[in-house]
């Protein structure tokens, strides 16, 4: 194991499934002018068959309407009922119909009275058919060249609309904001050059899938950078999809643009080209076009290149030399027959071009052979492979005529698993608690993870997601992120604030932003210049004269890693769950082919006599329950059964203990029993039924069959009364004989309380490493950035500085540098317009000013372990620039802004002069933390401010956070300026002493000196004491940093771990300190006093006395788990350590008593 704090995550689910199902399948639309409407309601048991009992509905339409109530009984084997009612009686064709019918469905259970509900809704529309375009990736039309558009028409049921008749209409525009639905060609036509097209239609047909296709192409006279299109249905201009904007690359004057696929198949392992239509003119050599595959993100799959000449009459890459003569290949039957003399070509120069005013008339009458015969192309060879999957980028580029010339495709893979898995039962039917086998087979050598679920706990959370969704989520997910900086590195400001940006007007951007939509950056490449942003059958399975209880109702019972040989089959056996349910099995393999994931493969577990119940599966003592159970005879005779309930010490039965019931044949009943609970622990509560003969008015069963029973035993957590409380107490020990003066034992102890026997429990816990406390729960601070922008801004600095102390290869780790991207990007929307940041971005009036400063403070940082070669954003750079502006006459910086989360600002967020010059020192530690040039000027009237400190007789609360800050201000410049020093020459020497503006002699040490005069000290403590626990946290934590770089430090080195001992003292159970901002601190400040402890040795023994009870633990070196010692709770503590390690022990009790249950935990 490596050395360091990993954390991974999953779903738990705190739930309980239900004995039965309630499903309904309806229509999530419905037409206003319906006749009726239709909901089908099945109920099933796991194992699906149909649950008895009553039915009530209610369908609720009209807002003035009551609603339409049915009360109807399901009987046995009838599981499913449909349910139709006239629309009239909702009030769809009434004078005022509603918006939405929402349908409630209840069901109880007969014997059991178990109610379960749910609710659907249905939506109400006007239109029976929508529209919707369809468009690739990033889609860029290019003048002269032509492109397909694909409309999607769908019924209001779902189902594709086919022979739907459609018109389209295109328009050109300025920008997608010009051209409104209301605005008539009238008004373009003031702004429209006169040989440009205003309001172009055409008409089309959808085909067997509901998708019409049209092509059309843009005139190179036209200037406008955007094509406005509108589709409606032909007869009917009231259905209409929402406009589409496509935006034409106005870049040089050579355009070109990838065609179609050639073949249907897009699956891995086919060979296709893919056409490269051009836009030339006089086209007489050959052209080298290289061309790249790029997928999962910015990697390159495929580089290669082609030299080929230009032709419109071939569908196959056939290659020629650079020098070849293009004019003599297209008159010779080795190219291919010469084009004929059509109105689809003109002749220039012995060269035969494209006609750009034929493709007008072949968009109507012939739209698909437009781009097989008439228009110039080069062939580009792809292997589709599933490296490719789910998505990948195909670009191309060339020079023609000194200009640069590209274009992108955006390819989808339709398969995205290499190899094939697949899962089968040794039998598709099973007894509950038997030994099953279950057969794997996929290509060998391999290895497989198999998964079985029960799938009725699917009920709970029906939208969960399968092994191959989560997986190709996943992935989109990883190649997003990716996509995402490098296509801001491309776009710059536009790319937070505007959907449609201009696209460059050069072709070298053009090219640039086409790699970075891929995922790739430019060696070198500086940021392109932007302009403004605007069921199966019951199974016999024999005889039950000697069953045992049945206990195990896990929902996931088998996760294993299974190893496949090379013959392709392993096999696996297993004990099933007790449950009568169906379990679905999913294998997820990985060899050196690629990755397979299997379909489910479903068992049955089934018997035909058996109890189903339901209980609580938590109680508290004293409570009182009913547990419900149900008794099934699935076989085709009566029985007679005699029911015992038995409970544990733990509870005690109020109902009768034995019961007697007749089972009619393929029939139920169900009893139910009244307990309490008397002891807290782990209950037990056992259901049996055992046939017996003679019973039921004489209705003897078959003396051939064995008689029948089932057990079932029921698990009830009975917890203590009260109300819990935690106690949390932690310290710094070193081993005794150690260079380090701390302790190397500690004796805690706890006044007596009432408390419930039995409820107290303690637990110690430790670690070698000083900065781990705070990191304890990696969970909790290794989260998602979200929020307004202090928020996000707070939860991405705290993913930064954990992602210093995770080990690198840690799942925790890759999550925190997963988050920081997450958080950079989402920062960069809350930038101010005038510069700076705020909490809301634009909605704010002004920037503020200690955001902005919290933001240079490590926004700088998070790029560098994002993307660590390339310039930070262009927003960063403006809001330094806006921070350094804020600075007034007096040197301090102006409190501009508003902050809603004054927590975070810590002891910042004092008013008042101190509080001004506190909030300069933060200003320009941050400037300076955050690696920005500050200048001479600034640096010289921040001295005088922060010089001008007012002195008061008495230490009071908020002069000394400020002189704490103060301190590790002036140390901080003092570094600066050695830096600065050490980068340039000695001639240079006295320039950068004037740069600095340097400080006094000494000065950083007389304010040293000061402050630890003012610290309070109490046994081996050293703090700085403010009247607030959370900014003494951030005044003591900044003396440790400032310490850690004072030239004079060491002879405080005393004080810094006397320090860090007392900040120990204060971690929280969980981790982290109060508030975000001072952990934030104090994890700098722990990270950076761990250059004064002395190094670990190889072993820890960590000793803990409790009363009579002595536990021991060796903590080695390359640990990185903490150790973790639990025992009883005891008054008195003892703890010590030996070897020459520093140590982090956290200590946990926990104790109830009836009036509140008290919970106290040490560290």
């Not at 294993?560 to 056996?573: P, Y």
């Not at 000196?1009 to 946290?1033: H, K, N, Y």
């Not at 159970?1069 to 700098?1084: F, H, K, P, V, W």
């Not at 150790?1123 to 022990?1145: F, Q, Y």
């Amino acid at each position: 194991m490596r050395k360091g704090v990993a954390s991974a995550s999953f779903l738990v689910g705190d739930y309980e499934v239900p004995p039965f199902h309630l499903s309904v399948r309806h229509a999530p639309r419905v037409l206003r002018t319906s006749e009726r409407l239709v909901w089908n309601v099945c109920v099933r048991y796991p194992w699906s068959e149909a649950v008895q009992g009553m039915l009530v509905i209610r369908l609720r339409g009209a807002a003035r309407s009551g609603g339409v109530r049915t009360a109807l009984r399901l009987r046995a084997p009838k599981a499913c009922h449909r349910h139709a009612v006239a629309a009239r009686r909702v009030g769809l064709q009434g004078v005022d119909p509603p918006d939405v019918v929402v349908a409630d469905f209840a069901f109880q259970e007969d014997g059991t009275r178990i109610w379960q509900n749910t609710t659907v809704i249905s939506q109400v529309i006007e239109e029976r058919v929508s529209l919707k375009f369809l468009t690739k990736y990033r889609t860029v039309v290019s003048p002269g060249l032509p492109y397909k558009l694909k409309i999607k028409a769908t019924q209001w049921d779902g189902k594709p609309s086919a022979n739907e008749r459609l018109r389209i209409c295109r328009t050109p525009a300025n920008q997608p904001s010009v051209v409104t639905t209301e605005e008539s060609s009238f008004k373009l036509h003031k702004v429209l050059p006169k040989n440009s097209t205003v309001g172009e239609c055409d008409e089309t047909v959808t085909d067997s899938r509901g998708v019409a296709r049209i092509m059309f192409t843009v005139g190179e006279d036209e200037v406008f950078p955007f094509y406005r299109f509108e589709a409606t249905i032909a007869n009917d201009s009231q259905i209409s999809a929402p406009p589409l904007y496509l935006p034409v690359k106005r870049a040089g004057h050579s355009h070109a643009a990838f065609g179609p696929l050639s073949g249907d198949s897009l699956t891995p392992g086919a060979r296709v080209f893919v056409p490269l239509y051009l836009n030339l003119k006089n086209v007489s050599k050959a052209i080298t076009v290289h061309f790249v595959v790029v997928t999962r993100g910015g990697t390159i799959h495929r580089w290669g290149a082609t030299s080929q000449c230009p032709i419109a009459n071939s569908g196959q890459a056939r290659s020629a030399s650079r020098d070849t003569d293009c004019n003599y290949f297209r008159t010779h039957d080795s190219y291919g027959s010469k084009p004929q003399q059509t109105d689809y070509f003109q002749r220039e120069n012995s060269l035969y071009v494209p006609d750009p005013n034929a493709f007008r008339r072949l968009s109507r009458s012939d739209p698909e052979n437009l781009l097989d015969r008439h228009l110039l192309r080069v062939m580009l060879p792809i292997r589709l492979t599933h490296q490719m999957c789910p998505d990948s980028h195909l670009l191309a580029y060339f020079y023609f005529n000194d200009e640069l010339v590209s274009a992108s495709k955006h390819i989808e893979i339709d398969e995205c698993f290499a190899n094939k898995a697949q899962l089968t039962w040794k039998s598709r039917q099973a007894s509950p608690g038997s030994f099953t086998t279950l057969q794997v087979s996929t290509q060998g050598p391999s290895l497989c993870a198999l998964t079985a679920l029960d799938t009725a706990s699917k009920w709970v959370q029906p939208d969960i997601l399968g092994v191959r969704e989560v997986l190709m989520a996943e992935v989109n997910k990883l190649m997003d992120a990716n996509r995402n900086m490098t296509v801001y590195d491309a776009t710059g400001d536009c790319f937070m604030t505007d959907d449609n940006p201009g696209l460059p007007t050069n072709s070298r951007d053009l090219t640039i932003a086409s790699f970075a939509s891929a995922g790739l950056r430019w060696v070198g490449a500086e940021t392109p210049m932007q302009s403004s942003c605007d069921a199966p059958s019951p199974l016999t399975t024999g005889q039950y004269g000697d069953l045992k209880p049945r206990s195990d109702f896990q929902e996931a019972w088998l996760w294993k890693l299974v190893g496949v040989s090379g013959n392709g089959s392993a096999l696996v056996s297993a004990r099933l769950p007790d449950s009568i349910t169906r379990h679905e099995a999913t294998a997820y393999c990985l060899s050196r082919g690629g990755v397979a994931v299997s379909p489910p493969a479903v068992l049955q577990v089934f018997r035909e006599f058996f109890i189903h119940a339901d209980g609580p599966k938590r109680l508290r003592k004293g409570d009182t329950t009913f547990i419900k159970y149900r008794i099934f005879n699935y076989l085709h005779e009566p029985l007679s059964v005699q029911i015992h309930v038995l409970p544990d010490p733990h509870m005690s039965l109020l109902s009768l203990p034995v019961v007697s019931a007749c089972l009619a044949p393929r029939a139920s009943v169900a009893p139910r029993a009244e307990l309490q609970a008397r002891v807290a622990g782990q209950g037990r509560v056992s259901i049996r039924a055992v046939e017996v003969r003679g019973g039921c008015g004489g209705n003897e069963s078959s003396s051939e069959r064995e008689l029948v029973s089932d057990e079932v035993i029921i698990k009830v957590n009975i917890e203590h009364e009260g109300v819990p409380k935690q106690e949390h107490r932690s310290s710094l020990l070193c081993a005794r004989g150690s260079s380090e003066s701390s302790p190397s034992k500690i004796t805690w102890s706890w006044p007596g309380a009432d408390t419930v026997p039995g409820s107290e429990s303690m637990v110690v816990w430790a670690v070698g490493d000083a900065t781990k406390t705070l990191l304890s729960d990696a969970d909790s601070v290794v989260t998602l950035p979200r929020g307004c922008g202090e928020q996000n801004m707070a939860r991405m600095a705290t993913n930064l500085l954990a992602l210093s102390r995770l080990e690198p290869h840690t799942t925790a780790a890759a999550l925190a540098r997963d988050h920081v991207s997450r958080g950079l990007t989402r920062q960069l929307q809350y930038a101010h317009p005038t510069g700076g940041f705020s909490a809301f971005g634009v909605s704010d009036g002004t920037p503020s000013t200690w955001l902005t400063a919290f933001c240079i403070r490590y926004l700088r940082r998070a790029y560098q372990v994002i993307s660590p070669r390339s310039r930070v954003p262009l927003d960063v750079e403006r809001s330094e620039r806006w921070l350094l502006n804020q600075q007034m006459e007096n040197g301090c910086f102006r409190n501009q802004g508003q902050v809603f989360h004054r927590e975070l600002k810590g002891g910042v967020g004092e008013e008042g002069e101190i509080a001004s010059v506190a909030l300069t020192a933060y200003v320009i530690t941050s400037l300076v933390e955050g690696g920005v040039t500050i200048p001479s000027k600034v640096l010289a009237n921040s001295l005088a401010c922060l010089r001008a400190l007012p002195a008061t007789k008495n230490n009071v609360s908020s002069r000394i956070y400020a002189q704490a800050l103060l301190a590790y201000t002036f140390v901080t410049l003092k570094k600066y300026e050695e830096d600065l020093r050490k980068i340039n020459d000695a001639s240079l020497l006295q320039d950068h002493r004037e740069t600095v503006a340097g400080l006094l002699k000494d000065e950083e040490s007389a304010v040293m000196m000061q402050l630890l005069r003012s610290a309070t000290r109490q046994d081996d403590f050293v703090w700085w004491e403010t009247g607030s626990l959370s900014t003494s946290i951030e005044a003591t934590s900044y003396f440790i940093l400032a310490t850690s770089r004072w030239a004079g430090g060491r002879a405080a080195q005393w004080e810094a771990r006397a320090a860090a001992r007392w900040l120990h003292s204060h971690v929280g159970s969980r981790g982290g300190m109060t508030n975000t901002q001072d952990t934030l601190i104090a994890l700098e400040a722990l990270t950076a006093i761990s250059s004064f402890l002395p190094t670990p040795a190889a072993n820890l023994t960590l000793t803990v006395i409790c009363g009579s009870t002595v536990l021991s633990e060796t903590l080695t070196e390359a640990a990185g788990v903490p150790v973790t010692l639990r025992m009883k709770a005891c008054n008195e503590v003892k703890v010590g350590v030996e070897a020459a390690i520093s140590s982090l022990l956290e200590l946990r009790t926990r104790s109830q008593n009836d009036a509140a249950r008290s919970r106290s935990t040490a560290k």
